[in-house]
């Protein structure tokens, strides 16, 4: 009797375990035939950090689960492939990248660091469809793309050409206060990714040679002869717009934060973004200001580096001005002008008038301004000699000819 309810128990196991096994088979999900998102649709909510931004994206399936999976895939090819400073920037690297697209979608939450549970959900036709907020580590899927040299690494182009000195300043003085909290956000990103960052006070001092050099060429913005001054290579203007309304008895606050980056030697934009907070129940606009600050501060500084290489390619920018006595302005300016060719594979005369010169130079030889002089200064044959004024980063400030009658910068 003992043995023939061991067995019952034994058979009676065996068959929970089978019907177990059983339930298992049928609920194991499905390999898909593709692992590449079905619905490839998503919008960036916000930048978290450097590393990382959430993206809103929206997932296909039969059912929900493989919705849900869809969604999440479908954040990392909205990194690769979509928003104003995708991972895959050109033909090349998106035609490098197919034979691992099944591999970096089937191992998508690899680079994923959160995502939220679905935020909506509903039937279209046979599929499921829902949208959930997933974070994206986009550095991480960067350095996997590197690894695999899908891409090359952006850092490592510009530790190569040399970084750009990025001056930090508010697009006017006025504005100078509440762009404080951005600007500050902004150049922590900047650093973030070893660029070399200065952020000059607006009521900072401005030499009187370089707001002689600037209003040569017309230009008297008293930012950019800040950013000049600062020696910088970019510069990036920042404005901050604050609002506030009242919902349901309590006021809300929100802002918006704009940066355009230029470059210092050409004045030519290079990018330009605005970023956009939440409405927020807070007692003071600087927490939603920075909270905006955080997507201009990543798009802004991917335009940098995405745009610096094919600058330095071109030819690093240098804005030169000289003057000279005005019994040798004219030899003096055509020899300047021939050597500045000689010198730099692109020379641009910007202004003149009868004493001073203002020149923009394209050069792939010289790494900065004092490389150039040695370089000006060897292939110059007179006459007099060339001596520095002032050099500071992309602005280098000569006289030449015989010093002792050249004259000071003149407006004409």
């Given amino acids: 009797m003992k043995s023939q309810n061991i067995f019952r128990i034994a058979a009676s196991s065996a068959a929970v375990l089978g019907t177990v096994a059983l339930i298992g088979c049928e609920t194991a999900p499905e390999e898909p035939d593709t692992y590449v998102p079905t619905s490839r649709q998503g919008e960036e909510i916000e930048a ?30 909205y990194a690769l492939y979509s928003g104003t400073h995708p991972l895959l920037i050109d033909s090349d690297a998106r035609n490098a990248f197919e034979e691992h697209e099944e591999e970096i979608f089937g191992n998508a939450t690899t680079f994923i660091s959160d995502y939220s549970s679905p935020l909506s ?36 182009i510009l530790a190569e050409l040399g970084r750009p000195r990025i001056a930090v300043i508010p697009e006017s003085e006025e504005d100078e206060d509440d762009a404080r909290p951005a600007i500050t956000m902004i150049s922590e990103y900047l650093q973030e ?7 000059p006070r607006a009521g900072d001092e401005v030499d009187e040679i370089v707001s002689q050099a600037a209003a040569l060429e017309g230009d008297v913005d008293p930012m950019y002869e800040l950013a000049l001054q600062a020696g910088s290579d970019v510069y990036i ?10 919902v349901g008895g309590s006021e809300v606050l929100s802002a918006s934060v704009s940066a355009t980056a230029y470059y210092t030697a050409t004045g030519d934009q290079l990018g330009a973004t605005t970023g956009h907070s939440p409405e927020r129940d807070v007692s003071g606009h600087r927490a939603v200001i ?21 600058e330095v390619e071109r030819g690093r920018p240098f804005k030169v001005v000289f003057s000279a006595g005005e019994a040798d302005a004219g030899e003096i300016s055509r020899e ?35 490389d150039l002089l040695i370089d000006l200064e060897t292939a110059y044959g007179g006459p ?26 003149v407006i004409q």
């Fill in 384 to 409: 007099g000699t060339i001596e520095r004024n002032l050099d500071s980063g992309a602005l280098l400030i000569l006289s030449v000819g015989d010093i002792d009658d050249a004259d000071d910068i």
């Fill in 290 to 310: 920075e909270e905006a600050a955080n997507a201009v501060g990543n798009r802004v500084t991917r335009q940098i580096a995405n745009s610096w290489a094919d």
């Fill in 336 to 370: 300047m002008h021939r050597i500045f060719s000689d010198v730099c594979p692109e020379s641009n005369r910007n202004a003149a008038g009868q004493t001073s010169f203002d020149y923009t130079l394209r050069c792939t030889e010289q790494n900065d301004a004092m």
């Fill in 237 to 246: 203007t920042v404005s901050v717009d604050e609002e506030s309304r009242d």
């Fill in 121 to 156: 959900r509903h039937q279209d036709g046979d599929d499921q469809v829902v949208e959930k907020e997933v974070r994206v580590n986009t550095a991480r899927l960067q350095e996997e793309l590197v690894d695999r040299d899908v891409i090359d690494d952006p850092m490592e």
């Fill in 193 to 199: 990714r070893d660029f070399d960052v200065e952020v």
């Fill in 48 to 77: 978290v950090s450097a590393a990382e931004v959430t993206i809103r994206a929206r997932g296909i399936g039969p059912d929900t689960s493989a919705a849900r999976d869809d969604a999440r895939r479908a954040a990392i090819y």
